[in-house]
């Protein structure tokens, strides 16, 4: 029996993006690793993709009619290992060893060792060319299942990127949604100040693909553009976010691009996140 | 060779439906019939080479039995990265296929000149590497690529290489060809990147100069024949290595290793190949071989010159 359910349906996506950003707040301090304000920055993103959209099974990860993830932005790590946590890929205990001597689960995303990562990233510009050869071989064989790309904004700079944007409209890749997460800031400085994007969904468009745009950290509106495609063409989700989402005193700096949430920051941002109203 | 390679491909792509090509917009003439037999199996990913390497592990990823396939330092060098994260990293089953190794494209210049890539992915972590000196290699090294797990690099010159075995044969895992085996021999040639047909004609200059000198071919850079090396260089005065490739990095330099690594070397080791310096006067395969002094007398000469200082020193 091919049994489609998805598995994951019973976590409410707000629910799950707060778990996801008080371990990401937990690991980046534990690890006095970087990149926090990265995975609050899409922390909805994934809840919502895990929580209301992807076909996965934690109890069989390698389910060859699942959907497919790539977290091109694979400095966020901490947030996909998080999700892939919760959703019951792994022990929660094991996410207390990200970025520490001796395991496996790095700053980066990898796949080594890890149920549920589909692919090891970590350099800029390499999830959308893989992510479109899945969503070529799931087509050819008229598979089902759909490929989820994360890409970050700066990661746009990455000519690599565009050339798999065109790959992916030549071939009617309708399997494949990118999502873009738009926060708008990069490693140095916002992207407006270092290679503009503007106007972004016009380039999507004139690259032949579907493109939509949407609050992202909005789970019924990321839902909704989430959606399988309307026609032949790829989707590309261009959704708004702010960098550091959830703790005021990360949002829209660069400095939590690197910044350890250590002693009394990492308190106040925990007991920001705690007093997040759930619902 | 290319002939050589796309007709074991074809018995491959027939045997085994998820064999995969995707090519960077090259190969005019040469995968027309390929495309057309196999429709399902072939894939033009255009002049993107990123792309093409990222899509070819995402397919792999997928079940897939894919080669990547372009010219000179197209399908290496340019995406190298991707070669190192995506293919090498993750273990896939990807045959990265270059066609035009050392000089075969020779007059177009040194964007076309791939003399540093045997290096390059001989350094990545898991790649297989593949550089077969003739059509008749070319096939058993395309067959292997086509059956091994994990990725490969397919190192292949153009067409029209004479053929050196006399007949088709399997190749063991890393193991060097005997060609040539003399008794009492003082000298062990051995060939890589293509560059068999130089040592071979070394050997017979030197036998005119009363020199007895062995050869071996080894289309296995990586992983590589360990054994074979140590037992010759234990045994004869020279090990000299032939290639048309970098002196640095490739077929001499995993030779100079093993010795220098070894106990109970008695033989010195020559290493042939081209010179790091870009050239800048262009000419055809030949031409660019007598430029980077990879030619039989080359060979020979330097051969007697280290025996004569080798008998001065005794």
Redesign the interface.
Known sequence: MNDLTPVVTKLDPKDLALRIRKHAVRMTSLGRSSHVGSVLSCADILATLYARLMRVRPHEPLWPDRDRFIMSKGHAGAGLYATLAELGFFPIERLDTHCQNGSTLCGHVA?HGIPGV??????L??G???????????K?RAATSRTFVLLSDGELDE??NW??F??AS?HQLSNICVIVDYNKIQSLAPVSETLGLEPLMDKFRAFGWEARECDGHDHKALERALAPASDRAPVVVLANTIKGCGVSFMQHSVLWHYRTPQGDEFMAAMAELEGTPNA | MRDAFVAELTRLAEADPSVMLITGDLGFGVLAEFSKRFPRQYLNAGVAEQNMTGVAAGMALTGHRVFTYSIANFPTLRCLEQIRNDICYHHLPVTVVSIGGGFAYGPLGFSHHACEDVAVMGALPGMRVLSPNDPIETTACTRIAGTAPGPTYLRLGRNGEKKLHSALFDITSGTMIEMHSPESMEVAIIAGCGALDIAMASQELLKNAGISAGVWSSPWIEPFDQETTLRLARSVQLVVTVEEHSFFGGLGTRVAQACATAEGIVAQVIIVGVPREPMHKIGDQQFMRDQAGLTPEVVANRTLLALEHKAARR
């Open positions: 796949t589909d692919f090891s990233t970590g350099s510009g390499h959308l060319p893989v992510g479109a050869g899945i969503a070529y071989a799931l050819i000519g690599s050339e798999a065109l790959f030549h």
